[in-house]
């Protein structure tokens, strides 16, 4: 009995039902023949007995929950004719499991026949049928339905226009004589304070008259930009310069004025545009914004009004920067003055903010210039923008604030000077006001200048746009072991010069944008030899090398030679070796006429070493000397500056410690070599690649 009770708790399919029930029946019949202190009541004989349902009706029908359970359970799984007999029972397990095996093999037949290719194959077929289909569909709907829209809304505005037209020529030509009839009698009329109404499209602002808000004609005209609504970029114009007066929208008027040039050049609406520039430009000069001018700016220059650009920009140039403030120096204020720190704050972000768009907007200019065919006109841009670049550094902006996109100008100057060559501006064309002669020998190294001004950006996609213009060919020339085999002494020239291992050859290929123009390996004293790397030279200079043949064509102007030298100082190289290689050097450098710059590579995580106290000294003496020839900048490269910080990125790609600046500082002071620039590079993030550059393009210029 106490099992019968507890057996419900465990019931939890039909087997172990069934099983439970099995031990219960066995239990009650044991406890109910041999025991006097447990009787078995109808109501246990009948929650118990599942098979004897019949039994359990009959006995007090009594329904307890378990009871319905066990009902339900006999109804759903036992068959009607449930069997007593262990045979019939055994038949009836025999027939179910006949049963189970036919389901189980239809099922197979069934996914056999599904998974045939032809099957498949059609049911993909008929897949992409219905898609298209059902794309199709979809899309002729839609077509037709924003056809049937865009008819429909037309129909209504060129409606609405010409009643509008209608009412207006009515009012003006018979004001005083016939009512006004308006069939837009909510939306138009006279004002009540005697000016004239403006209609609009637009159900938000229906109207303008003299009792409307900033706030109006501010909504208005975004509605009218957005929805391209010429009609009401025209009543807005109307309102704003004929109906009211200076006094309205005081202090915002010379913004809505921007906003309006604006959406009118949005429209193509040019004279409107002009009348609101010309507007904001004499009556509302103080109040103009640098945001409003760069959007002015971009808005004519979409439109390929880049004289007007110009003048726009040139208006907001000559703005001084007010309330200029040093952005280096830390002001201590009282508790008292917090307001003027305050003021302070939102003077450097105000001046931040005019420089940002400023800049852009040079840029934008720049970029519109390349892209016309005027490098001239850019290249003043490009100055402009160069010029700019102190005060930027100075506002402690960075690439990120300002956002110039460099990558596209410098494509724009690598298109102009690709027309270059292919002789589009060898015709001195006055009209064009085009002077070749005046131009750098790559213009793409005038967007360099500007870019070095600026916050360093080290974005690959500006660098790759940078190497793929001023380095298009690179040849391996030869290796030099004495002055005798150093190709002709025909262009510009830069040397590497360095401890061994120091990373003359992977800065090689990380300023030239190649894996392996020159030989790098962890081995020290791998370069062995003066080598001699070509760029931009003739196209086939490297079968003339190798063949021999007779190659046409000649050099690009902006050719040069990369030196690469061997590691000084490497333990393993025959001292006569040694001395033979430091002999070629000395000799080189106070010789080699056509050497523009000497790049003196110091690791920057241990800076100047013996050795290279030595080469400092060794250039002191030739910078100092008279028998020097050439004008070789002295340039030093502080290399590996990744491995000074803990796993460098592109955005934390290295850094240099004080002290080895400062020991850098004192070994150049004590070898005479002047001040000469420092720049901090790591071949793994490619840092400073860009600045390098600057002075590669001393070798390239003639
Ligand atoms: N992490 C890091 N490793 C660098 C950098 N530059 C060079 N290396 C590694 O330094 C090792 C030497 O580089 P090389 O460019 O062959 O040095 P080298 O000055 O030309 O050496 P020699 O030709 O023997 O005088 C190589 O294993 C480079 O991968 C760098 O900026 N950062
Ligand atoms: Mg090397």
């Known amino acids: 009995m106490l099992v019968s009770m507890a057996a419900p708790r465990k019931i939890n399919g039909d087997r172990r039902r069934r099983t439970s029930v099995g031990i219960c029946i066995i239990t009650i019949f044991c406890i109910g023949e041999n025991s006097s202190l447990v009787h078995p009541t109808p109501v246990a004989h009948s929650s118990c007995c599942h098979n004897h349902r019949h039994a359990a009706l009959t006995c007090g029908g009594v329904s307890s929950p378990f009871e319905l359970m066990m009902s339900q359970d006999d109804e759903t799984s036992s068959s009607p004719s449930a069997a007593t007999t262990p045979s019939e029972r055994s038949q009836r397990k025999a027939a179910q499991r006949a049963r189970k095996e036919r389901t189980q093999i239809q099922a197979n037949s ?145 913004s809505l004025f921007s906003r ?142 300002l956002g110039i996109p460099w990558d596209r100008l410098v494509k724009g100057a690598a298109l102009c000077e690709s027309k270059r060559r292919d002789g589009k501006w060898d015709i001195n064309n006055e009209e064009s006001g085009e002077d070749p002669s005046q131009w750098p020998c790559n213009i793409v190294y005038f967007v360099l200048d500007a870019m070095v001004a600026f916050p360093p950006e080290n974005k690959d996609v500006t660098f790759e746009a940078l190497c793929n213009a001023l380095v298009r060919r690179t040849c391996f020339v030869t290796g030099a072991v004495g002055m005798d085999g150093c190709p002709e002494a025909d262009r510009g020239e830069v040397a590497f010069i360095g401890r061994s291992n120091v990373g003359k050859s992977s800065l090689v290929n990380m300023l030239t944008n190649r894996k392996s123009l020159a030989f790098i390996s962890k081995t020290p004293g791998k370069t062995q030899q003066f080598n001699y790397f070509a760029v931009n030279d003739k196209p086939d200079l490297a079968r003339q090398i190798r063949y021999g043949d007779e190659v046409l064509g000649s050099k690009d102007r902006d050719s040069f030679y990369i030196v690469d030298l061997p590691g000084f100082g490497f333990a393993k190289v025959p001292q006569k070796q040694r001395q033979e290689w430091s002999d070629f050097m000395d000799e080189y450098l106070t010789t080699r006429e056509t050497l523009r710059v000497i790049f003196h590579l110091v690791d920057a995580r241990i800076g100047p070493t013996e050795e290279d106290a030595k080469i400092m000294h060794k250039v002191g003496a030739i910078i100092g000397s008279k028998q020097q020839r050439n004008h070789a900048k002295y340039v030093i490269i502080l290399t590996k500056a990744d491995k000074n910080v803990k796993s460098a990125s592109s955005k934390n790609p290295g850094k240099v410690s004080e002290s080895v600046r400062n020991k850098l500082c004192e070994t150049m002071k004590a070898n005479k070599v002047g001040y000469a620039p420092i720049v901090v590079t790591s071949a793994e993030t490619r840092l400073g690649r860009d600045e390098v550059w600057r002075y590669l393009r001393l070798a390239a210029e003639q």
């Open 260 to 401: 309006l040039a604006v959406a009118s050049l949005h429209v193509n609406n040019h004279d409107i545009a002009e009348r609101c520039i010309t507007e904001r430009r004499i009556s509302h000069r103080s109040s103009m914004l640098p945001l409003e001018s760069a959007a002015i700016v971009r808005g004519l220059l979409r439109c390929h009004y880049t004289k007007e650009a110009w003048e726009v920009l040139e208006d907001e140039l000559s703005l001084p920067l007010e309330g200029w403030v040093d952005f280096h120096r830390s002001e201590t204020f009282d508790d008292n003055e917090v307001h003027l720190e305050k003021e302070s704050i939102r003077r450097q972000l105000e001046i931040r903010d005019r420089l940002v768009h400023r800049a852009r907007s040079v840029g934008s200019i720049a970029s519109r210039h390349f892209y016309e065919d005027e490098p001239t006109a850019a290249m003043n841009a490009i100055q402009k923008l160069k010029d700019m670049g102190s005060i930027v550094r100075e506002a402690g902006l960075t690439a990120e604030d």
């Open 110 to 254: 069934n996914k056999a026949t599904s998974q045939h290719p032809d099957a498949v194959l059609k049911r993909h077929r008929l897949k992409e049928q219905q898609q298209s289909f059902v794309k199709n569909s979809r899309r002729k709907h839609n077509f037709a339905e924003r056809a049937n829209f865009l008819h429909q809304s037309e129909k209504i505005n060129d409606e609405f226009d010409a009643n509008l037209n209608a009412v207006r020529d009515n009012r003006l030509t018979n004001i005083n004589i016939h009512p006004v009839e308006n069939p837009y009698d909510q939306r138009t009329g006279d004002s009540n304070d005697g000016g004239s109404v403006h209609p609009l499209h637009s159900m938000a602002v229906a109207k303008l008259d003299r009792s409307s808000t900033t706030e109006d004609v501010v909504t208005a005209i975004k509605r009218a930009q957005n929805y391209h609504d010429i009609h009401d970029i025209r009543e807005i114009a109307h309102f704003l310069l004929e109906e009211v007066d200076v006094s309205f929208a005081y202090g915002y008027r010379g």
